[in-house]
């Protein structure tokens, strides 16, 4: 009997122990909010880190949701890498619900040298839109990869900084042959009209004037008035705009009717500015989307 007793405690232990282990290592160790920040994860970790993307393609960061399961898996993760500064609106209050249950998390966003929007409704508010400049990208990846190595089990610091090291190479090159197709454009045609405020980090990087958006906002959520589009209006007159850029990832309407309306011959050019496409599409990874963006910009400035 006392034997038997033994067996039994032992048995019971040994079951404790094993969920304990199942409920940990069947979790998610790194869950990355939007699928820019989630290719790079997957860039510099490799196959050493499990790493569940919430965002979907062709999303929208200040609008997409998540499932109870999703939520879960952010509140039993390692790790939790968001954008932050505002961007994701239906999924911060997950990442404090899983900060409040002791999971470690990181907003790049507020670590990239964040600038603050300098006109519309979020003027003087932080631009959570940095990846838009390569530079900070760059930045971030280092952060990321400092984070990662403190605070995710079984993953190899040494082997992931050298994927991250040459993954800041290549950014080094995505900007340098960025940089060097802006430079080719004449100084009175480097202007941009977006379709809401997203590419203020881009502009500074290449120097790029942002005269307006449609939408005078930071955010998709926000509704243009009357006096903002008869502004924007006289702005794209004045400045000779020969196109509007708009996410291909959203409806283009608004920008479409703008033009129309006011009888405007401009463009209306598709850019992923805030998401990226399906796999196998034109903005698959961070990189493609990138250089997709800067080649439609040169195009629809120079057309």
């Known amino acids: 009997m006392r034997l038997l007793r033994t067996l039994l405690a032992a048995t019971a232990l040994l079951a404790g122990a094993g969920t304990a282990a199942c409920t940990r ?8 909010t939007t699928n820019i920040l989630g290719d790079v994860v997957r860039e510099i970790t490799g196959d050493q880190a499990r790493v569940t993307v919430l965002m979907k393609p062709d999303a929208d960061p200040h609008s997409f949701g998540i499932s109870a399961r999703e939520a879960h898996a952010m509140q039993t993760a390692d790790l939790v890498v968001y954008n932050g500064l505002g961007l994701e609106e239906g999924v911060l209050r997950h990442v404090d619900a899983a900060r409040d249950e002791g999971v470690h998390t990181v907003e790049v966003g507020a670590m990239a040298d964040p600038l603050d929007y300098r006109d519309g409704d979020a003027a003087g508010l932080p631009d959570p839109h940095f990846w838009t400049d ?3 990208m760059d930045t971030a990846v280092g952060l990321l990869a400092d984070a990662i190595a403190e605070h995710v089990d079984g993953v190899d ?6 994927r991250a090291d040459a993954y800041r190479r290549k950014l080094g090159e995505l900007d340098a042959g960025i940089a060097h197709r ?7 045609r480097r202007v941009l009209v977006t379709n809401h405020h997203v590419f203020g980090y881009l502009a500074q990087r290449y120097d790029l004037a942002v005269i307006g ?3 005078p906002s930071g955010t998709t959520l926000a509704s243009p008035s009357a006096s903002d589009l008869a502004s924007l209006v006289t702005a794209v007159t ?13 409806p283009q309407r608004l920008a479409e009717v703008l033009a129309e309306e006011a009888d405007l011959r401009v463009r209306v050019v598709g850019l992923y500015a805030e998401s990226l496409s399906e796999p196998g599409g034109e903005a698959a990874t961070y990189l493609e989307m990138m250089r997709f963006n800067a080649e439609a910009i040169i195009g629809g400035l120079t057309a």
């Open 157 to 162: 610091a040494d082997t992931m900084r050298r």
């Open 238 to 250: 004045e400045h000779r705009v020969p196109a509007i850029f708009a996410d291909s990832a959203q």
């Open 134 to 136: 390569p530079r900070r």
């Open 25 to 32: 290592t069947g979790t998610d160790q790194i869950v990355v």
């Open 182 to 188: 802006f430079a080719g454009i004449p100084a009175e």
């Open 213 to 215: 958006a449609i939408i």
